[in-house]
């Protein structure tokens, strides 16, 4: 899996499938989508017309709590939706009394051939802890909310040490935060430092901790500035002050 992505968080239409087409072209090889953000389809219109091979391509998708009950024919819907063969990742999107029971129907899709790896999504240490001792196939991924303000070391470190990936889904805080976030004093000195931006020195950050991010931008120039985080390297001064950025501020509800 790409260590950079694409998040198609609230992109409709068209304006999703420009931005996964415009991202793919840059040289992103990740996208992530969902069903509950009813743009599966125009995901799957941007990687087909994007001229990348498929199987360079890393796609994911989640299955929402509401099709936890169905979850085999919500599997089989999301495949015609996105038409692009296979899913590489199917998570779930958010814990529920029922999350077990949907994550063997994804198991079940795995060894079928209709998806390549499984994970899952806000879960933090109780969540998780609780969850793997019930399930076949150990989650490749979850993905939570971190970013500067909300750093979730512990989480962090909890997850990595299952030998389970971490992917943040607001890596720059979400929208709504990011220019207040971006205006930081500390954030702008390093990016200056760097001759880059806030926003590519967050993500760098990101990385530097072993953290997928997913960006998510409609805006080409923003696109491409995100994706270009490969070329310099922040110093362990530069980590510690960032880390001392933490307000242990969530940004969404879960």
Request: glycine residues 8%; aromatic residues 8%.
């Amino acid at each position: 899996m790409p260590v950079i992505g694409l998040g198609t968080y609230s992109l409709p239409g068209s304006v999703c499938t420009n931005a996964v087409r415009q991202a793919l072209q840059s040289g992103y090889r990740l996208i992530d989508t969902a069903s509950f953000y009813g743009n599966e389809r125009e995901v799957g219109e941007g990687v087909r017309s994007s001229g990348v091979p498929r199987e360079e391509i890393f796609v994911i998708t989640k299955l929402y709590p509401n099709q936890y009950s169905h979850a085999g024919r919500a599997i089989d819907e999301a495949l015609k939706k996105l038409n692009i063969g296979h899913i590489d990742m199917m998570l779930l999107h958010h814990p529920a009394h029922n999350d077990v029971e949907t994550y063997r129907a994804i198991e079940r899709a795995v060894k079928d051939g209709k998806v390549r790896s499984a994970g899952i999504s806000c879960y933090y240490v109780r969540e998780t802890d609780r969850f793997l001792p019930q399930v076949e196939i150990k989650p490749a991924l979850i993905q939570n909310e971190i970013h500067p303000y909300y750093q979730d070391s512990e989480v962090i470190r909890h997850i990595q040490s299952l030998g389970i990936a971490v992917q943040s889904w607001y890596p720059l805080g979400g929208r709504g935060y990011t220019g207040a976030m971006f205006g930081h004093k500390i954030l702008r000195e390093i990016a200056a430092a760097h001759q880059k931006t806030p926003a590519q020195v967050i993500l760098r950050w990101h990385l530097q901790r072993g953290v997928v991010a997913i960006p998510g931008s409609s805006n080409p120039d923003h696109i491409r500035e995100n994706i270009s985080v490969f070329d310099f390297s922040l110093t362990d001064e530069e980590m510690t002050r960032i880390a001392a950025l933490d307000r242990n501020e969530k940004h969404d509800w879960y």
